[in-house]
């Protein structure tokens, strides 16, 4: 295992590389993507199950400006490096990458994943690049959910107690 802040990549490219020398030894890659803005049990429970799935688990961030797209001006709550340094602290990840985009399929292109893992609240039909690994002979998967755990459901209850 590598030590917590190897984990965090800077470059795609440096990351392929790692990438392909771990598959050149016949280790499965999973990648999951999302802005893992407050750590929940829900998270951790998401990501050792997906590690479980292969042999090393590549986890796609969400930059501060991709979350606030996504989840709009309030968000993120944690900036991407104090988001990145707690999700490189977790044993179940093995290396960490920021993107911009709203959606990682331009990562997933780069990586090639043997298997993507997404959670159950996305069908396989709309889970992004999930085509593109399959047509490339990997696997896509959807975990089981922790229900009542989410990052808006814990800032829904944070602003009610306010």
């Known amino acids: 295992m590598l030590d917590s802040k190897k ?3 800077l470059d795609i490219y440096t990351l392929s590389e790692t990438i392909r020398l771990i598959q050149s030894e016949g280790k499965k890659v999973v990648f999951t993507n999302g802005c893992f803005d407050i750590i929940h049990v829900g998270h951790v429970t998401y990501l050792e199950e997906a590690k479980n799935e292969g042999d090393f688990l590549v986890v796609g961030i969400n930059t501060d400006s991709s979350v606030r797209n996504l989840k709009g001006p309030n968000r993120p709550i944690n900036h991407q490096s104090a988001r990145l340094q707690v999700m490189a602290a977790l044993e179940s990840v093995d290396a960490l ?3 911009e985009e709203d959606t990682p399929l331009n990562l997933i292109k780069e990586i090639k994943p043997d298997i993507l893992v997404k959670g159950g609240d996305y069908p396989i039909s709309e889970i992004v690049g999930a085509d593109f690994v399959l047509m490339h002979g990997g696997k896509v998967k959807t975990l089981s ?6 990052t808006t459901g814990i800032e829904q209850k944070l602003k009610n107690q306010s």
């Not at 959910?145 to 989410?150: T, V």
């Open 97 to 99: 990458i920021l993107f």
């Open 145 to 150: 959910l922790i229900p009542n755990y989410s």
């Open 7 to 9: 984990k965090i990549f």
